[in-house]
């Protein structure tokens, strides 16, 4: 089995294959604090309260946008499950043609976001990663990642016009009923989420104008049901998404055709 690991700025998200099929999910807080030695003892607690011993890992590959956690995870998994981790980066082959100015630049999870919709989808679509950051991508018909547009996430938002405020209070991320608030806190959750709203679809809207063709919209992360709900611009949801594409990519790289 191979086990799958997208290392976010919040979160770290784990998945074990069986071959193309998703056998086990956890997800853990991301911590720059925490030594590798505290990272195994949760991941492979994790396993034990499944049931599954540490051994049927074959192979483990790692996206991470979290440099400074990146030699404690590797540590981590050398230790406890003897493997040493492919880790996404420049030079890896992904099977598709990345078309952005400095390829470098670009982002692992974004990489697999595109290797796993192209592979699931096709194209052309349009993918969403409602993470810390929300990240649009876009691959065409013939599996070439286009670029796409980064914006602050919606609990980043959230955080900030809190925290750069003397008087708002913080708040729950929730769909209010009515977009004109009779409360401070109304206020707020209307603002964020029907704001957000807006964002998303407009995008995808100017998005689809640029390509000059319908394409399909495909949404990941935690708070893209909330979102997808109302906007009516998201076909589907797919939260395995970045997993799926990790787990392509390692393939890519065992057997001989990748790029």
Known sequence: MILTMDIGNTNIKTALFDG???????????????????YGV???????????PTDVVEGIVVSSVVPTINFTIEHMLQNYFGKTPLTVGPGIKTGINIRYDNPRELGSDRIANA????????????FIDFGTATTFGVVDENGAFLGGTICPGIKLSSEALVTGTAKLPRFELARPETVIGRSTLTNLQSGMYYGYVGLVRNIVRKIKQELGKEALVVATGGLAVMIAEESKAIDKLDGLLTLKGLRLIYERNRTEGGK
Do not use: C, Q
């Open 42 to 52: 949760r991941l492979t607690s994790m396993f034990a309260h499944e049931g599954v």
């Open 115 to 126: 290797v796993g919709a192209f592979d699931e989808y096709g194209g052309p679509t349009i």
């Open 20 to 38: 193309r099929e998703m056998y086990k999910y956890w997800r853990m807080s991301t911590n720059i604090s925490s030594t590798s030695d505290e």
